[in-house]
């Protein structure tokens, strides 16, 4: 049902909007959801609601040099659109991917840009949720109102991203630059960069621009695990050569790599000195005997304990090993008029610092949410299976995989959604919301993540703010894409841990 109200508050007239779904979010989550509705429930009414005046989300804000992914596009593309390019790919590829799903499946007329969600009000009187925002090229606010709110707004802030609180940044005299605002005016050429961080990030934008600048030093203060391979899927390229259909070529290359990262997850935790030895080997192997990979390239922690980063064709390597790149593992003491002292006491000079240092954790799109009037703080909640959150009607949340491709789990969680949406009008209701159930209520309450288990900094700055996660499967988001694709389907929507009103 979408209906057109015209509500008369206390001072105003607000015209509000009515949807049976309200998606926040015109990422590769929020167009992947979208489609999954249209698909499996034809007669809901939706709309997708985007700050930003384009979708990618992730792939439409960050435009750095060089910006691609880090995993294979069979497995972080859409299990219903063949992917056809090389595995990994540019923000262009990825953003014209998502544009053909767009325009191949009538999307465009759901979606309504320049709409940022400020606030989202639940109200048991009515079984709804009152969404409100504004256009950010007006600056006129919007109301809707919607019986599910489907929460695709990503895990970070997009405009702005993370920067450590460094001593002395100001004496710089060069300029200061973070990948996720990336300027457009900025001249590289001849320039010596620095770029702080050792993540994907970084690995991706140095070698992209080592050509281009005279000299580009990566600074970071501990190293990160890589994998090195080729940007093509050997068995793509066989069952092209004799002209599968994409189709299955995309279902077929799927799988081929979903089994061989269950394995490889498997090897990191059952022996985790040989993986670390074998991926080190690879780096070595490249820069050579003299080249200090002691200190550069072996983190100290486990493998896996934090996303690895895909280097196709191993170009970052390439980089460093032509001497247009270098690596400095250090840490910073304070910045200074021409660049960073560190803590050795060497200085490094720069004319421009790249501040890959990763994201400011949102897990909400910054959306103040309450329910029946009190604001929802989410620390106080306990998620359920990673989507849903105790005493939080109608809502789904997409969160997707660090050792997999975020995607596989947006398909879950919307299979999950559009279930639920199906059984609640069998059951004639209106409202759902997880509660813990009499057998749960002794269960202990632990942090959203195991720091054992995987610990990027962005989600350990954050970790209060998240919420709980208890010691049962129904209360954990397992990050376990292979666990996940045989249980979702049967989640049980009678269990106790629902509440039907
Ligand atoms: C540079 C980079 C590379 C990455 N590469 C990979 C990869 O290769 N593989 C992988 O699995 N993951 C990767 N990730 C993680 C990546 O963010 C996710 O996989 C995926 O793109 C997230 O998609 P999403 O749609 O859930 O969220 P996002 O891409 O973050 O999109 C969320 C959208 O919601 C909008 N939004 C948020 N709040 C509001 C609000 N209040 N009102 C209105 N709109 C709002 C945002 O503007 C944004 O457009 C990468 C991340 C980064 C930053």
Redesign the pocket.
């Known amino acids: 049902m979408n209906v057109m109200t015209a509500v008369r508050a206390a001072s105003d007239t607000t015209t509000v909007e009515h949807f049976d779904v309200l998606i926040?979010?015109?990422?590769?989550?929020?167009i992947g959801s979208a489609y999954q509705l249209t698909k499996q429930l034809p007669d809901r009414s939706f709309v997708i609601?985007?700050?930003?005046d384009g979708f990618?989300?992730?792939?439409?804000?960050?435009r750095y040099p060089g910006?691609r992914?880090?995993?294979d596009l069979h497995t972080?593309g859409y299990s219903f659109k063949p992917w056809v390019g090389p595995p990994i790919a540019t923000s262009d590829e990825i953003k014209s991917y998502m544009g053909d799903v767009i325009a191949e499946n009538d999307l465009a007329r759901h979606i309504r840009y320049k709409?940022?969600?400020?606030r989202a009000s639940w109200s048991s009187e009515t079984n709804l949720w009152t969404i409100e925002?504004v256009r950010t090229d007006s600056g006129e606010p919007v109301t809707f109102t919607a019986n599910f709110l489907w929460m695709?707004?990503?895990?970070?802030r997009?405009s702005e991203g993370y920067t450590p609180d460094w001593k002395d940044v100001d004496k710089f005299k060069g300029r200061i630059v973070h990948p996720q605002l990336w300027p457009e005016d900025i001249d590289l050429k001849d320039k010596t960069v620095v770029v702080i961080g050792s993540g994907?990030?970084a690995a991706t934008l140095i070698p992209s621009i080592a050509d281009t600048c005279a000299h580009v030093t990566m600074l970071q203060r501990s190293p990160t695990y890589f994998r090195i391979g080729r940007n093509a899927i050997e068995l793509a390229e066989t069952l092209r050569q004799l002209q599968v259909k994409e189709e299955w070529v995309h279902e077929i290359v799927r799988r081929k790599i979903l089994f061989e990262q269950d394995a490889f997850t498997k090897r990191c935790l059952a022996e985790p000195e040989q993986v670390k030895k074998e991926l080190i080997g690879q780096i070595s192997a490249i820069l050579g005997p003299d080249y200090d990979v002691a200190t550069h390239f072996t983190p100290s922690y486990r493998p896996w304990r934090q996303r690895i980063a895909f280097v196709p064709d191993a170009d970052l390597f390439l980089g460093i090993k032509s001497g247009k790149a270098s690596v400095v593992t250090d840490e910073i003491d304070r910045f200074t008029e021409n660049g960073i002292l560190l803590k050795s006491g060497q200085e490094l000079a720069a004319d421009i610092i790249v501040t890959a240092t990763g994201?400011n954790l949102s897990m909400l799109?910054?959306?103040a949410l309450s329910v029946d009037g009190k604001p929802l703080d989410f620390a106080d909640t306990v998620t359920y299976r990673g989507m849903m959150f105790t005493g939080v009607p109608n809502m789904a949340w997409?969160f997707?995989?660090f050792r997999a491709?975020?995607?596989l789990r947006?398909d879950l969680v919307a299979d999950f959604v559009c279930r639920l949406l199906t059984h609640m009008k069998t059951k004639g209701v209106n409202k759902v919301v997880p509660q813990l159930r009499a057998e749960d209520h002794n269960m202990p309450l632990l942090s959203w993540i195991d720091p054992d288990n995987f610990n990027p900094g962005y989600m350990m700055r954050n970790m209060h703010l998240l919420p709980k996660r208890g010691d049962k499967p129904e209360w954990q988001h397992s990050q376990d894409y292979w666990t996940e694709k045989d249980e979702f389907p049967n989640i049980d929507l009678d269990d106790a841990a629902f509440v039907y009103g």
């Open positions: 926040v979010g015109a990422g590769i989550s929020g609601l985007e700050s930003q990618g989300g992730t792939w439409l804000t960050h910006i992914s880090d995993s972080f709409h940022r969600i400020e925002g695709c707004q990503g895990y970070y997009h994907a990030t994201f799109g910054d959306i997409v997707g995989y491709s975020w995607t947006t």
